[in-house]
């Protein structure tokens, strides 16, 4: 898989950075812990003071990292609100060196239920630290400022690594990054840079590192079903009118075929990928039911990274509590369409509403209301950087890498290779299947997140030295 005859750091290099590591661990550590007790949920529903918040310490700990330059940067909103606080730390290239430009984000999902502790009160078991972020993607923040740490501990040491470094910590990536346009338009030359590294991805497993070569695309908004002008008597006028509860059941049924495929028409599917997951681990890493059989054909990974899915995510209808015996008139879906590699968002968003109208039942007016959309991403083939990436990896694990494609969606990234196509980009990071991204106990392994930190410093040396 990689080239390791001239690639390979020595095992002396690796083996002092690694020592270097460790000693800074337990202080690293704590600063993560530190930034999971601030609830920087980037949800509009929630208090932004804390988003503001966390880019403060994100700034703070880039400064003492040895970055010289820190900014906090705000873009505005297609709505023309101001979008949320991102930080822009820097140290600009030596003449003639690269830049290496490093992304993680500050904020994170709303705690949702079902937390074993407090989502914000970080918590140690084993070796694994529970929280709301504590992986996705404040791990991300600690790998880098890891990273930035040991390499200077070398500096000080008289071993001066000629490399540039922009540490970018958006604080909107969950909210789909809405001020991110604006902001490449605002800060472009902040940003450039011949390297990036985004760690907001997942590793294969736990002792497993992994490269992400592709990601999923998205489109989401709202169906909305109307059948009456208001709600009338269940009895008097049940049987004849179908209730709009109903009838939006049966058309969000017809999103799906029989075997559990989207059933949406003209939808990209990308190639089968060559590595596949276990059955039996996917389950459990799901926390699938016994009993209950997945959906869709093909391999697992083909499934989750290669062809579209749709999940219905919010339903606004009457609540079980405040029923009563009348024929609902309206009710509406949020629906979250995760979009191939190669799938354009804005085709994908006509074949969705396209089918939609198609389906609606018995007459029933059906609108569809687009919110979000982002584009997939596929790394444009083979790079220098990704072999070295690669190398810094299986010097770190002692272990080779897989390169893998993700079901989620980073979508800023097709925007920033837009901009900068010549870039090259690795996308890497913290999570591993049983980090809980999103979902109720959250947790990083620590013992993984020590391997990226040293992968990750490996990595920024050897774009130093020249890829
Ligand atoms: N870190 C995730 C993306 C991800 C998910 C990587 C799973 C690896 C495995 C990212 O923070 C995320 O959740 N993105 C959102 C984007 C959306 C809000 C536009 C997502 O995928 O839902
Ligand atoms: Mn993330």
Redesign the pocket.
């Known amino acids: 898989m990689t080239d390791t005859t001239t690639d390979e750091p020595t095992r002396d290099d690796v083996a002092a950075l690694r020592e270097r590591v460790e000693a800074l661990f337990p202080a690293l550590q704590a600063d993560l812990e530190a930034l999971v007790r601030i609830p920087s949920v980037s949800a509009a529903a929630f208090d932004q003071a804390h988003v503001a918040a966390s880019a403060d310490a994100v700034a703070t700990l880039l400064r003492d990292a040895g970055l010289p330059d820190v900014q906090i940067l705000r873009s505005a909103r297609p709505d023309g609100m101001p979008g949320a606080p991102a930080v822009v730390a820097r140290r600009p290239a030596p003449a003639g060196a690269p830049t290496v430009l490093l992304y993680a984000?500050h904020d994170v999902q709303p705690p949702g239920e079902g937390w074993t502790t407090d989502p914000f009160e970080p918590v140690q078991v084993g070796e694994r630290l529970y929280g709301r972020g504590a992986a996705?993607?404040k791990a991300g923040i600690a790998a880098h400022v890891g990273a930035l740490r040991a390499l200077g501990e070398l500096a000080a040491a008289g071993d001066e690594t000629p490399v540039g470094v922009t540490v970018f910590v958006e604080g909107e990536?969950?909210?789909?990054s809405p001020s991110f346009h604006q902001f490449l338009t605002d800060h472009r030359e902040l940003l450039r840079a011949d390297v990036i590294v985004v760690a907001?991805?997942?590793n294969w497993k736990v002792g497993t590192p992994a490269l992400t070569t592709s990601l999923r695309g998205?489109v989401d908004g709202v169906v909305e079903v109307e059948v009456l002008q208001h709600a009338g008597h269940s009895g008097m006028f049940g049987g004849p009118v179908l209730d709009a509860n109903v009838q939006l059941a049966r058309l969000l049924a017809t999103l799906h075929d029989d075997a559990g495929n989207v059933a949406v028409a003209g939808l990209v599917t990308a190639p089968e990928p060559e590595v596949d997951y276990d059955e039996a681990q996917f389950r459990a890493d799901a926390t699938v039911l016994d009993g209950v059989a997945l959906a869709g054909e093909g391999t697992i990974a083909g499934r989750l990274w290669a062809k579209p899915a749709l999940s219905v995510i919010g339903i606004d209808a009457t609540s079980v509590a405040h029923a009563s015996n009348t024929i609902a008139p309206r009710s509406r879906a949020k629906l979250s369409l995760r979009l191939a590699p190669g799938q354009d968002p804005e085709a994908a968003d006509r074949a969705l509403a396209d089918h939609l109208a198609a389906h609606a039942p018995a007459g029933a007016r059906v609108g569809w209301t687009r919110w979000?959309e982002?584009k997939p991403f596929l790394a444009p083939g083979d790079s220098a950087a990704m072999r070295a990436a690669r190398s810094a990896f299986t010097a770190a694990w002692g272990t080779e890498p897989v390169d893998i494609g993700?079901?989620?969606?980073?979508?800023f990234i097709a925007d920033l290779l837009e901009v900068f196509p010549d870039a090259a980009i690795l996308v890497t990071?913290v999570?591993d299947p049983d980090s809980r991204?999103?979902g109720a106990d959250e947790s990083v392994h620590l013992g993984e997140l020590r391997k990226v930190v040293l992968a990750e410093a490996l990595l920024l040396r050897r774009v130093a030295e020249g890829l």
């Open positions: 984000h996705d993607d990536e969950e909210s789909g907001d991805s997942t998205l979000e982002g993700v079901g989620g969606s980073i979508p990071g999570e991204a999103h």
